[in-house]
C-alpha cells in the first residue's frame, strides 16, 4: 500500500514519520512482545465488556494487544502510511487525542453491540485514523498492493461497508467489526464537533504557500513603489499564518492564543473569497 503525494502536500511517509506515530508503532510492537513471552499480560490488557467496571484501564489497553503478527503488521502498515500527515497536520497532541477518542469508540460501541466478546487490537483506532484522513484527502490516490489505485474515498467507503454487510447477515467472522465501526463513528463525530479550524489547517497551509509564490512573482513584476507596499503588508501576514501553523504542528491547536485563533479565521475567510 502506497499512496501518491501531490504537489503542496505537507508531510510524507518513512523519512516523514512523525514523533507519536513513531512511539505508537514502537509501543505496540513492544506489548505485542511481552504478551507473546507472556500471555496473561495479553489478556490482563484485552478489553472485555462484561468486566469493564472491574478493568476500566482496558479501553484504553486492548489498542496494544494483538492475537499476531498479521493482526499487528497491518494495523501499524495502516497507521505508518496514513498518521503522518494527519499528525503533521493536526499537531502530535491532537492527533494522540483523535487516536484515543476513535479507539474509545471503538470499544463503547462494542460494549453496546457485542457484549459478550473480549476485544484487543488498534483496528479501532486505525479505522478512524483512515477516515480522518480520507476526509482530507478524498481524492488521494492509495495503491493498494503498491499497483492498484483507489481514491482514499473510495477506499474508506469500501471499508465501511465491508464491517457494515457481514453484522447485517449475523456473520460471526471472529473479527470485531463493531469496533471498527465504532472507530469510524467517534472519529466522524469528532471531526464534525472539534474546533472548526482543525479542518482548515492543511487547506491554510496549501493557500499560504501558493500565495507566497504568487505574491512574490508579483513584486517581482511590479515597477510602481506604491505597488509594493500592500504586498510587502500581505507578505507579513503570511508569515505570521506560516509560525501559527507551524505551532499547530508542534504544539496543537489549543496552544494557540484567541488572537492566532481569529488571524487564521480571518485568512481563511479572506481565502474562501478568493
Known amino acids: 500500500m502506497a499512496y501518491r503525494q501531490p504537489p503542496g502536500f505537507g508531510v510524507s511517509f518513512g523519512y516523514g514519520l512523525t514523533p507519536w506515530v513513531k512511539r505508537l508503532l514502537i509501543a505496540n510492537a513492544v506489548v505485542y512482545l511481552v504478551a507473546l513471552g507472556f500471555p496473561i499480560i495479553g489478556a490482563w490488557l484485552a478489553f472485555v465488556p462484561a468486566d469493564v467496571l472491574r478493568r476500566p484501564w ?50 463503547v460501541l462494542s460494549l453496546i453491540f457485542a457484549p459478550q466478546w473480549p476485544i484487543v487490537g488498534a483496528s479501532g483506532a486505525i479505522y478512524g485514523v483512515m477516515l480522518a484522513f480520507a476526509m482530507n484527502w478524498p481524492n488521494m490516490s492509495i495503491y493498494i498492493w503498491g499497483i492498484l489505485p483507489v481514491k482514499a474515498k473510495w477506499l474508506v467507503a469500501f471499508l465501511t461497508a465491508a464491517s457494515i454487510l457481514p ?65 510587502r503588508s500581505e507578505d507579513r501576514v503570511l508569515d505570521e499564518v506560516d509560525r501559527v501553523l507551524d505551532k499547530i504542528s508542534t504544539s496543537g491547536l489549543e496552544s494557540l492564543s484567541q488572537k492566532e485563533r481569529d488571524l487564521l479565521d480571518d485568512v481563511s475567510k479572506r481565502y474562501k473569497q478568493n
Open 58 to 107: 482496558t479501553l484504553i489497553t486492548y489498542m496494544f494487544v494483538h492475537v499476531g503478527f498479521f493482526h499487528l503488521f497491518f494495523n501499524m502498515l495502516i497507521l505508518f502510511f496514513f498518521g503522518p500527515p494527519l499528525e503533521g497536520m493536526w499537531g502530535g497532541k491532537e492527533f494522540l487525542k483523535f487516536y484515543a477518542v476513535a479507539g474509545l469508540g471503538g470499544a
Open 167 to 231: 453484522l447485517i447477515g449475523g456473520v460471526q467472522d471472529g473479527i470485531a467489526h463493531w469496533a471498527h465501526l465504532g472507530g469510524f463513528a467517534a472519529g466522524f463525530l469528532y471531526l464534525k464537533l472539534n474546533d472548526r479550524m482543525t479542518s482548515r489547517v492543511g487547506r491554510l497551509r496549501n493557500f499560504v504557500s501558493r500565495r507566497k509564490v504568487q505574491v512574490e512573482e508579483d513584486s517581482r513584476a511590479g515597477s510602481a513603489g506604491s505597488a509594493h507596499r500592500p504586498r
